[in-house]
């Protein structure tokens, strides 16, 4: 029988193997944490000696996980939400009231679903209603006071001194290999609906360097916008969470993008407990975890 006395599983450790995981590599990863990529390897490294398995694969070209690292994959996501939600729960405070919440769909399918499930589960007396909303919309809802805050995308250089940062990404121009562009003449354009900033930027600068986009496809959900991409439609501007592997990034042709940040920005009115709490706890966890995990 196996001795478990003498065995343990690394906080820290594990906590480096999710980032592995959430940003593709250690070198990611230890950016992410504020840690060197030696530290990263270092926790890695014991955890295996501990475990006396291998987590990870050093060959060029493999998966970066093994089964093992895999399988602790799993336990790791559960482990690291009870350890943190413990911690949560012994600054629970009375809390109760109300705030309504916008998020942007690409929000709602990571893991602040979790953060947000975890908030109701050591504040019960706070109801949280959320509204999905394209981040144009929520802006428009935040200047009337139709929500409390609101986590959206703008641009890098739209940040203000009152919003809280959550972490920035990239914006490209991108096609598919199978999609020949046109010399000359309009380039096919797939574009999110009329309340996209990617949109209005796209057609602004269209008009302003000379390179005509023709809309052929207009969706409101990025899955859409992916698909036409992927079956060769034409180009869009999509983040960094969803390139795909099938597609190809266009440096050429079209003036590059500006930087995107995701930010908490709250609606101009006095602030109340609930709202504090929920907002330093989505700031805490994206500290911790570089970003917002997307769940596929």
């Not at 994959?73 to 109760?96: F, M, P, V, W």
């Not at 109701?120 to 909303?133: C, E, G, I, N």
């Not at 809802?141 to 940062?165: K, S, Y």
């Amino acid at each position: 029988m196996t001795d478990l006395s003498s065995r343990r599983l690394d906080i820290d450790a594990l906590r480096a193997l999710r980032a592995i995981r959430q940003h593709g590599g250690i070198t990611r990863a230890a950016e992410a944490l504020g840690l060197t990529q030696s530290a990263v390897s270092h926790k890695i490294k014991r955890l295996e000696t501990s475990l006396d398995c291998d987590l990870l694969t050093r060959k060029s070209g493999a998966p970066t996980f093994t089964a093992a690292g895999e399988d602790l994959l799993d336990y790791a996501t559960r482990i690291l939400g009870l350890h943190d939600e413990a911690l949560l729960s012994l600054t629970k405070t009375d809390l109760a009231g109300r705030i309504l919440l916008g998020l942007t769909e690409d929000t709602t399918c990571s893991d602040l679903s979790r953060i947000l499930g975890r908030f109701h589960r050591l504040h019960p007396q706070v109801a949280v209603r959320t509204k999905v909303r394209m981040s144009l919309v929520l802006r428009g809802m935040l200047e009337r006071g139709e929500l409390d805050a609101a986590i959206l995308q703008i641009f890098a250089h739209e940040v203000r001194p009152t919003d809280v940062v959550l972490f920035r990404e990239g914006l490209h121009w991108v096609n598919s290999p199978k999609l020949a562009l046109p010399t000359d003449g309009p380039i096919p354009f797939l574009s999110f609906d009329d309340d996209c900033f990617y949109r209005h930027w796209a057609l602004d600068i269209g008009q302003d360097s000379g390179a005509l986009l023709e809309t052929v496809f207009e969706c409101s959900s990025a899955a859409g916008i992916i698909a036409g991409v992927t079956a060769g439609l034409g180009v869009a501007l999509l983040s960094d969470r969803h390139l795909r592997p099938e597609m190809e990034i266009l440096a050429t042709r079209l003036p590059a993008p500006p930087a995107l940040t995701y930010v908490v920005r709250r609606a101009r009115k006095a602030r109340n407990p609930a709202l504090d709490s929920l907002v330093a706890g989505i700031e805490a966890e994206v500290s911790r975890t570089g970003g917002l995990s997307l769940v596929v």
